[in-house]
């Protein structure tokens, strides 16, 4: 079964440029969350979805935004960047209380 | 101004040894609990889950320990191996899919 698929890897993006991350979930699963990872913050929640609907959100503002579409798939969308927004953003899917599974993650560089 | 990084806590062990990684969590009403392992460059990778209803789990070479008296949880590693070398996380979850992530622990394992 194949696991959590992240499209980009790797991403340059100019400040004030807008960005969409993509991901792909474990077949099945139909709870997608992302996170933000930073050396300064760990590892930081963004928000969930499940069935399309967003069921959590973290204390981003709002220029982080997410979807997910009716096949599971997600995205999540930073627009206005700034540079304290480069990170490792990760994708996590699960099955409801059974444990996330991440997948490698998007590292977006912001110059 | 000058962002400071997390300070990982470190663990160095001989190959062959047993280690102990720990971690303190902060909601009692956390009910889930998960250790991931996460190595350079690569998503976090789920090891082992415990629930809150259990004090001891085990998998392949390793157990978790779970107080929840003290909100204390544990990861030991049996007959450490070079590629056991990497960050160890803890998080919880609250029933809403949500996990929160400790800082880490950097395990490195000396040939």
């Known amino acids: 079964k194949a696991g959590v698929t992240q499209t980009p890897r790797y991403l340059i993006k100019t400040r004030g440029q807008q960005v969409t991350l993509s991901c792909s979930p474990i077949?099945?699963?139909?709870?997608v969350s992302w996170y933000q990872q930073t050396p300064g913050q760990g590892l930081q929640f963004l928000f969930e979805?499940?069935?399309?609907?967003?069921?959590n959100k973290g204390n981003f503002p709002g220029r982080f935004s997410g979807r997910q579409f009716s096949n599971s798939r997600s995205e999540m969308n930073v627009s206005t960047l700034e540079l304290g927004d480069s990170a490792l953003y990760l994708c996590?899917?699960?099955?409801?209380?059974?444990?996330?599974?991440f997948g490698q993650g998007t590292r977006l560089t912001v110059v | 101004g000058e962002s400071v990084g997390l300070h990982l806590p470190t663990l160095s062990v001989q190959e062959g040894d047993n280690s102990i990684i720990n971690c303190a969590y902060s909601?009692?009403?956390?009910?889930?609990f998960i250790w991931y392992k996460q190595e350079s460059g690569k998503g976090p990778q789920f090891i082992i889950d415990i629930r809150s209803n259990m004090d001891k789990r085990q998998g392949q070479r390793v157990t978790v320990l779970l107080n929840k008296t003290v909100k204390h949880l544990s990861l030991q590693i049996a007959a450490t191996q070079p590629g056991d070398s990497a960050v160890y996380f803890c998080?919880?979850?609250?029933?809403?899919?949500?996990?929160?992530f400790g800082t880490g622990t950097r395990l490195t394992i000396i040939p």
């Open positions: 077949s099945g699963h139909r709870s």
């Open positions: 998080a919880e979850e609250g029933g809403n899919e949500k996990l929160t």
């Open positions: 996590a899917s699960s099955l409801v209380g059974r444990g996330a599974f």
């Open positions: 979805y499940f069935s399309e609907t967003q069921r």
């Open positions: 909601n009692s009403a956390s009910d889930y």
